[in-house]
């Protein structure tokens, strides 16, 4: 089974930072990497496919980037809204998702 | 405009079964897989399997296959996941999701108590 780590597991920043979030997968998955931002009591919303694509909808200040199986997602001038948990999801092989990085604003 | 409407909270007592539906609109299921994910109190997501609804085919994480069953009726486009044999761990949410994950239900609380 694919195994995704994703650090740190929290964050806290202040507004207009830049933070980023990373996953590394235990083996090759390519572009197969998504990830989402969870607000409490939602559902996931989806920010980034296939490792770089912005999914509809999502402000241009996230974005996803791969080097190998080391996956990023930096969030640019970081805002009020984007508190929340986010995961990484690998879909290369069944499905399985990063343990989730908890963002706090200061 | 799609959308995944999931059942109502279920409380259900140890060693019962429950069934949790998943009605999509705006998509034909028989295009897509249909995942199912839980979230137990205050922690990460979790992966348990999907369903083919053109075919039936599914695929479960290990963990589950003695735990979760997944069906789908496509002329109702609406999939199903049944979990047995609940024990207080099963105590989550659960949301199915289709298109690869663009799109999730907006979850079902299943409580497992006496």
């Known amino acids: 089974d694919i195994q995704m780590t994703q650090s740190p597991a929290s964050l806290s920043a202040s507004p207009e930072e830049i933070v980023t979030i990373t996953c590394q997968a235990s083996q090759d998955i390519g572009n197969w990497l998504a990830w989402y931002q969870q607000k409490p009591g939602k559902s996931p919303q989806l920010l980034i496919y296939?490792?770089?694509s912005l999914a509809d909808g999502i402000p241009s200040r996230f974005s996803g980037s791969r080097s190998g199986t080391q996956y990023s997602l930096k969030i640019s001038r970081l805002q009020v809204e984007d508190t929340g948990i986010y995961y990484c999801l690998q879909r290369y092989s069944t499905w399985t998702f990063g343990g989730g990085t908890k963002l706090e604003l200061k | 405009e799609v959308q995944l409407q999931q059942s109502g909270a279920e409380l259900g007592k140890p060693g019962t079964s429950v069934k949790l539906s998943c009605k999509v609109s705006?998509?034909?299921?028989?295009?897509?897989?249909m995942h199912w994910v839980n979230q137990r109190p205050g922690k990460g997501l979790e992966w348990i399997g999907r369903?083919?609804?053109?075919?039936?085919?599914?695929i479960y994480a290990e963990k589950f296959k003695s735990k979760a069953t997944l069906t789908a009726d496509t002329s109702s486009n609406t999939a199903y996941m049944q979990l047995s044999q609940l024990k207080s761990d099963d105590t989550a949410i659960y949301f199915c999701?289709?298109?690869?994950?663009?799109?999730w239900g907006q979850g079902t609380l299943v409580t497992v108590s006496s």
């Open positions: 705006g998509y034909n299921i028989r295009n897509t897989y």
């Open positions: 369903i083919d609804p053109a075919n039936g085919n599914t």
């Open positions: 296939s490792a770089t």
């Open positions: 999701a289709m298109w690869e994950g663009a799109y």
